[in-house]
């Protein structure tokens, strides 16, 4: 039984353990002798007290400058940047306030079915958005809400979604996203960026308590936490003590490849998953990667891999045009080189890259002239697109494709499409029907041969493959998994 009150009244006012805040950087200055002056000393002691004092005035310029920008940059982006490039402002911060939502403190206005008798109600804290891309984290809610679990997903931006800057009063909010599934709004002052920094103690009690208001809203019983970022793990546990919840780590990316990932993030891995209940894996190379590491934590690990939405099957074969495809994140880490090759070897194919193009990606490919970049696809369009693609692309290499399970593979293969891929070891096992290259020109001949490839059996064996891989089928096991932990975790002494 969870540790709070019923729902509607206040709750034991005994607050959870305090968090110690880790020892702050001392800068460069005060780590080398050489470059500071010395000071008059008499004896150790002396040296000691002139070695504070050098701290106290000369503090770690980077980490300042780091905490003036932070600070700055709520006030910038909304009175500035924005205003004057409108088109910027990520479509994400606008979307998340078209659905229906209510304030804490307001008089509630959502509907919030109840809970379903003998199912756990889920909370995620997610390394993406909702409103941006809906990735695994989002598949598995929904897949997890259409067996009757209620889902909540926290909104990983921590205020700057909010159209008002942090000199107002912002309350944290509860939207309705589908019929049981559920966001959280936790604005924080600094408004950090999730993968740019782990969250202070005080900033991970402040989420914790927007994430309490809400779950006390929704009348929650019994729960659990799922997070995808060692970002929330101090959060993370201040829930997980208040609702006497199982912890549990989804490992779904390797964070040390990620651009943009901070090294402490990924740093703290290692501790989030040791501090879980179940830790979960998408693809089995990552999980024996991390295995290898932590041997401690295999009797706690369990492999749940990506799969494919409930689509409505295709109407007819794929498309004769000669359309080479991709639908997602058009990053720094996307295979440049093998896309422009190919483009450049096969003018008559045109390549319709669907995603929000980094500036890199954009300055590579833009000149092309069978290249189009039609932006970012809405999820609701996604079958519709892919149903007008004759090849599916995977253009990934490097540390990330070590251990990545593609999303985009079951659901090229939902439309029977030949993919061709970078080296990523986690496709090994679909054989014939991927065409792999491990360089640019090996790939633009790929590209023409899957193009070519009029195989029907080999078609039919990929739709199958995607009929095996549905959200429902993962979400099932999960779901019987999250049972068992939270059982097990019942009976564990207080």
């Known amino acids: 039984m969870p540790i709070h ?35 008059p000393v008499a004896d150790r002691l002396g040296r000691e007290h002139n070695r504070a004092r050098v701290r106290f005035l000369m503090p770690d310029f980077p980490a300042f400058a780091e905490r003036l920008h932070e600070a700055v940059r709520p006030f910038y982006l909304r009175h500035v940047y924005f205003p004057l490039f409108p088109d910027r402002r990520p479509a994400e911060f606008l979307r998340c306030w ?59 931006h921590l205020g700057r979604e909010y159209p008002s800057a942090p000199w107002r009063r912002r309350r944290p909010a509860l939207a309705r996203l589908e019929e049981r599934v559920f966001e959280i709004h936790a604005p924080l002052p600094s408004e950090p960026v999730f993968h740019h920094r782990l969250l202070a103690p005080s900033e991970s009690l402040a989420v914790a308590d927007s994430i309490d208001w809400a779950l006390r ?55 989030a998953m040791r501090l879980s209940d179940l830790i979960l894996f998408c693809s089995r190379g990552l999980q024996a990667h991390i295995l290898r590491a932590l041997p401690e934590i295999s009797d706690r690990s369990a492999l749940i891999e990506n799969g494919v ?91 990330q494709a070590r251990f990545m399970a593609p999303i985009k593979i079951f659901e090229y293969f939902h439309f029977g499409l030949p993919v061709v891929a970078g080296p990523m070891p986690e496709l090994d096992r679909f054989g014939p029907l991927i065409y792999r290259a491990v360089t640019p020109a090996a790939f633009a001949r790929a590209v023409a041969d899957a193009l070519r490839e009029e195989d029907l059996a080999l078609e039919s064996a990929r739709r199958e493959h995607a009929r095996q891989a549905s959200w429902r089928n993962r979400a099932e096991p999960l779901s019987h998994l999250l049972a068992e932990t939270a059982n097990r975790r019942s009976r564990l002494p207080s």
């Open 309 to 399: 939405p409930d689509w409505d099957p295709p109407s007819g074969p794929r498309t004769g045009q000669p359309v080479a495809g991709y639908v997602g994140a058009l990053e720094n880490w996307f295979w440049i080189e093998a896309i422009a090759e190919s483009a450049r070897q096969l003018p008559g194919v045109r390549f319709a890259l669907h995603g929000t193009p980094s500036p890199q990606v954009l300055s590579a490919l833009s000149g092309l002239p069978n290249v189009v970049l039609p932006g970012e696809a809405p999820p609701s369009r996604v079958p519709e697109i892919l149903s007008g693609f004759r090849i599916g692309l995977l253009p990934r290499t490097g540390d």
């Open 98 to 156: 078209e659905l229906p939502y209510e304030w804490q403190g307001t008089a509630p206005r959502l509907t919030i079915p109840p809970p379903v008798p003998g199912l756990l109600d889920v909370l995620f804290l997610p390394m993406t958005d909702w409103h941006h891309r809906l990735q695994r984290t989002q598949r598995l809610a929904l897949a997890l809400s259409a067996l009757g679990h209620r889902c909540f997903l926290l909104n990983p």
């Open 217 to 271: 809203r929704a009348c929650v019983q019994r729960l659990v936490l799922i997070i995808s970022l060692p970002t929330w793990a101090g959060c993370a546990r201040l829930v997980q003590g208040r609702w006497r919840a199982p912890l549990v780590y989804d490992c779904h990316d390797w964070l040390p490849s990620l651009p943009g990932m901070a090294p402490a993030i990924a740093a703290a891995e290692p501790d």
């Open 5 to 39: 009150a019923p729902c509607g009244t206040p709750r034991n006012p005994a607050g959870p353990l305090p968090i110690t805040a880790p020892t702050p950087s001392m800068g460069t200055f005060a780590n080398n002798a050489s470059a500071i002056p010395a000071f």
